[in-house]
């Protein structure tokens, strides 16, 4: 797992760093996410608590649940869309420094990334955007238009490296 840590700092879904005090909440995460592509697009949400950033699909592991499970699930919960698909192995793990800022939490998160692409999701694409059950909205995005998306700080970070890698 490669860690993206800089001493005590945590970054912001923005990318601003933060330095937390002793009295400041540390908490261990761990999390799944999905980079979903058809079409020669990337499906990506922007949810109710931070409309101006979008992330990939994906969020925390409940206990009891393994990663593919919680990816499951937070798809369903961010999206609406059933990704009931044979198990798959992350293509990318990371651990970071993350400041929440809307908890006032400082995550020492390891996050596990699994792209689907092509025929295994085509039937998951839709035109337009919308909305989902956690009151945010949902779309798919052209990737020649990523560089001009606000995404969240980390998850641009670990798309880039998956992209990179073909």
Not at 69 to 78: K, M, T, V, Y
Not at 79 to 90: F, I, K, N, S, Y
Request: hydrophobic content about 35%; overall charge negative.
């Amino acid at each position: 797992m490669q860690a993206i840590v800089k001493e005590d700092e945590f970054f912001d879904r923005w990318g601003r760093g933060h330095i937390p005090d002793e009295s400041d909440t540390q908490i261990r995460r761990v999390g799944a996410f999905s980079v979903l592509l058809s079409a020669g697009k990337i499906l990506l949400v922007w949810p109710k608590s931070s409309p101006e950033v979008p992330e990939l699909p994906g969020g925390g592991v409940d206990d009891g649940e393994t990663l593919w499970q919680a990816l499951i699930r937070e798809i369903a919960e961010e999206t609406g869309l059933d990704l009931a698909r044979p198990e798959v192995q992350p293509q990318l793990t990371q651990r970071v420094q993350f400041y929440a800022e809307n908890q006032d939490e400082y995550w020492h998160y390891d996050q596990f990334f699994y792209k689907l692409d092509g025929a295994a999701i085509d039937d998951l694409y839709f035109d337009g955007q919308q909305d989902t059950p956690e009151d945010g909205v949902c779309q798919w995005i052209r990737l020649e238009d990523l560089a001009d998306v606000n995404l969240h700080h980390m998850h641009r970070i670990a798309l880039n490296r998956i992209l990179s890698k073909g």
